[in-house]
C-alpha cells in the first residue's frame, strides 16, 4: 500500500474518532464530576419543563449563521492526524425577547446530516494549524462514521437541541452569559455560555466562543495505542447566530 494511501486511512480514522467524542461515547470516563468552574452547570433535577416563551419571536437565518467547533489531535502520533473544523450552516430555531431581556428565551436546533468536515475556507481562517489540504478520503470516511449509529446516529438522533435554561442580563453589545441545555445523542447536559449580543432594527446577532471539555459532557476522548495516538480533551467551540423578527408573533 503507498504511504499516502495509508495516510489518508489514518487521517480518516483519526477524524472519525473525533466525532465519537463529540457525538455521546456511552462510558463516562473515570474520575471526579466535572467543576461548574470550567463553564459546566448541574442540570436541573427531573425532566426538563416546556419552556414559556414570552416577548417578540426572532428566527434564526441559518445561511447568515455559522458554528464550528475546532477539534484537536493529540498524542506521541498526533502528526499522523489533522486537527479538524467541524461546523454547521443550518442552525434554526428562534430567540424570544421580552421587554425584560433576563426573561428571554430560545431553543434551537443543529441537524446531524448537515453537519460539514473540514471546508477548505474555515481551515484556512484556523490558521497554520488548520492546513487546507486534508484528503478528500479522510473527509468522506469521516462523514459516514459521523452519521453512522456507532457515531452520532443521525436515523435515530437527527438534531443536536440548545434550549436556554437562564440568562443573566445585560445592556446591549456587552457581554451576557446563558445557561444553554445541550442535547447530543440523547444526553442532556448545561453548559454555561459567554454571549455577546446586539439588537438593532429588527435584527439579533449573538455571538460567542468557549473552550468545551469533552469529558465535562460525560463523553470520553478517543484514545488508542496506549495514548500515543489521541484527540484532545479540550474543543473550541464557536457561534455567529444572526436573527431577524418574525413577520408574526408567535406567543
Known amino acids: 500500500m503507498r504511504s499516502d494511501t495509508r495516510f ?19 462510558t463516562r470516563p473515570q474520575g471526579p464530576e466535572p467543576s461548574a468552574k470550567v463553564g459546566v452547570v448541574a442540570p436541573p433535577a427531573g425532566s426538563p419543563q ?24 493529540g498524542g506521541t502520533l498526533a502528526k499522523v492526524g489533522h486537527n479538524h473544523v467541524i461546523a454547521s450552516h443550518d442552525v434554526s430555531g428562534t430567540f424570544y425577547v421580552p421587554d425584560d431581556v433576563s426573561h428571554s428565551t430560545f431553543e434551537l436546533h443543529i441537524t446531524v446530516a448537515q453537519l460539514v468536515i473540514d471546508e477548505p475556507d ?36 437527527p438534531d443536536i ?9 445585560a445592556a446591549p453589545g456587552s457581554q451576557i452569559r446563558a445557561d444553554v441545555q445541550v442535547t447530543v445523542r440523547g444526553q442532556t447536559h448545561t453548559v454555561s455560555v459567554p454571549v455577546v449580543y446586539s439588537l438593532v432594527n429588527g435584527e439579533l446577532t449573538a ?45
Not at 486511512?9 to 465519537?20: R, T
Not at 484556523?126 to 478528500?136: I, K, Q, R, S
Not at 440548545?162 to 440568562?167: A, F
Request: proline share 5%.
Open 207 to 251: 455571538s460567542g466562543e468557549l473552550p468545551l471539555k469533552q469529558s465535562d459532557l460525560g463523553l470520553t476522548p478517543f484514545s488508542a495505542l496506549l495514548g500515543a495516538l489521541a484527540v484532545q480533551d479540550e474543543l473550541r467551540v464557536r457561534f455567529h447566530l444572526v436573527a431577524h423578527a418574525a413577520t408574526t408573533n408567535q406567543n
Open 8 to 26: 489518508a486511512l489514518l487521517s480518516a480514522s483519526v477524524a472519525g474518532w473525533v466525532l465519537i467524542s463529540l457525538a455521546g461515547c456511552p
Open 161 to 169: 437541541t440548545l434550549v436556554s435554561q437562564h440568562i443573566d442580563a
Open 122 to 157: 474555515l481551515r484556512a481562517k484556523e490558521g497554520p494549524d488548520f492546513p487546507t489540504d486534508v484528503p478528500d478520503s479522510a473527509k468522506e470516511g469521516t462523514r459516514r462514521n459521523m452519521l453512522s449509529e456507532a457515531l452520532l446516529n443521525g436515523t435515530q438522533y
Open 50 to 73: 416546556a419552556q414559556r416563551h414570552e416577548g417578540r419571536p426572532f428566527d434564526v437565518a441559518s445561511r447568515e449563521s455559522l458554528l464550528t467547533i475546532l477539534a484537536f489531535r
